[in-house]
């Protein structure tokens, strides 16, 4: 647990800058303070709270934000499946608690520290998920609260939110092992900017089916090569 | 939205998060999936990483930039310089973050 803890401290500086942001943009918001607070313990997505913020500010209808939360989240399901087979052992409760503090960090952090895809026995993967993940936990929320309590008070132009990027930027550089996922991080990023226009962030999701697209054929290639060689 | 209509809102979006979260984790039973997809689906996270990071680089307000002059892709160069130099998630943060703030600042751009 503590290991997890020590592997996710340096990143807390990213999660941090990017929490206080989501913080002022959550204050500005204008839906008050014991709400904004009950958004982010609950939901604890910064980027689907961001999403939700106009439209819940705009009067949009209750079903609008749900749909937009569902496509913004969708990359979350690809986190899901990444920890499934390590976590599945565990009765429903500890699956589900373990689901809900799952994020970016988290995984870049475990799947750095674990490269292996299926769950080797006796490695105490469920406590340094704990330990990683209840420190991203506890720097997001005291950041994002700071954000909402001192709101306007924090200028924009500190460039805090590339902070946030760069912590991002940094946990993808630890995921690039293999030429292929070099490939699918390439096609990935490309998709995702050439298809930013879409609504409700569902450029990611076109980026990640793209990229998956990508990991199939490279892996076919890969394989073929193996046995077209003696 | 009046504060109850928001609280509803809160609530139900916090269910679809976290239904989006546990996809794959609330069954325990072989997933019907076939080989191809799973090897796939392998490449999803980073991809997800990937694709939230690249448009916070090169796009401002949704358009390429088109000024060389832009501070973020130079700290996002020199983070990633940093990063093969010394495989450090703090270093990378610290060097990226310093160099756009060092430009913008310091040359305006």
Redesign the interface.
């Known amino acids: 647990m503590r290991e997890g803890a020590r592997d996710t401290l ?2 807390a ?2 999660i941090a800058s990017w929490g206080l942001v989501a913080g002022v943009a959550m204050a500005k918001s204008g ?2 303070v014991p ?1 904004a607070l ?2 982010s313990l ?4 910064g ?3 961001i999403a ?1 913020l106009p439209l ?1 500010a705009a ?1 949009a209808p ?1 079903w609008v ?2 749909g937009t ?2 496509c913004v ?12 087979p390590f ?3 565990l009765p ?1 409760g500890r ?2 608690g ?3 503090l ?1 994020g ?1 960090t988290n ?2 952090v475990f ?1 750095h520290r674990f490269p292996e ?1 299926e769950a080797l026995p006796g490695v105490g993967y469920t406590d340094y998920f704990v330990g990683s993940a209840v420190v991203g936990f506890v720097f997001w929320q005291v950041a994002i609260s700071i954000g909402i309590l001192l709101g306007s008070g924090i200028p924009a132009s500190w ?1 805090l939110g ?2 946030g ?12 092992h293999t030429p ?2 070099w490939a ?10 050439a298809a ?2 879409l609504p409700m962030k569902l ?2 999701v076109v ?2 089916a ?7 054929l490279s ?2 290639i890969a394989s073929w090569r193996k046995g077209a060689m003696p | ?1 009046s ?1 109850g ?10 269910l ?3 239904l ?7 069954t ?1 039973d072989e997933l019907p999936m076939p080989t ?2 799973r ?21 401002t307000q ?1 358009h ?1 930039i088109t000024d060389w002059r832009d501070a ?1 892709v130079f ?2 160069a020199a ?2 310089a940093f ?1 093969v130099w010394r ?4 270093g ?3 060097c ?2 310093g160099v ?2 060092a430009l ?1 600042f310091g040359l305006g751009w």
Do not use: K
């Open positions: 340096p990143i500086l990213g839906m008050g709400l009950l958004m609950v939901t604890y997505a980027s689907a709270q939700a819940i009067d209750i934000v749900w939360t569902l989240s969708l990359r979350f399901m690809a986190f899901s499946f990444h920890f499934r976590f599945s052992h429903l699956r589900i373990i689901s809900f799952m970016d995984f870049a799947a895809t460039g590339f902070a990027v760069m912590a991002l930027l940094a946990l993808t550089c630890t995921q690039l292929s996922s699918a991080a390439v096609v990935a990023g490309c998709a995702a900017v930013y226009a450029n990611v980026a990640i793209a990229a998956v697209a990508v990991g199939v892996e076919r | 939205m504060q209509e928001i609280l509803v809102t809160i609530l139900g979006m916090a679809v998060v976290l989006c979260r546990s996809a794959f984790m609330l325990r191809w997809l090897e796939g689906l392998r490449y999803a996270p980073v991809a997800a990483l990937t694709a939230v990071v690249a448009p916070e680089l090169v796009l949704g390429l973020r700290g996002a983070g990633l990063y495989p450090s998630l703090f990378t943060i610290v990226g973050t756009m703030l913008r």
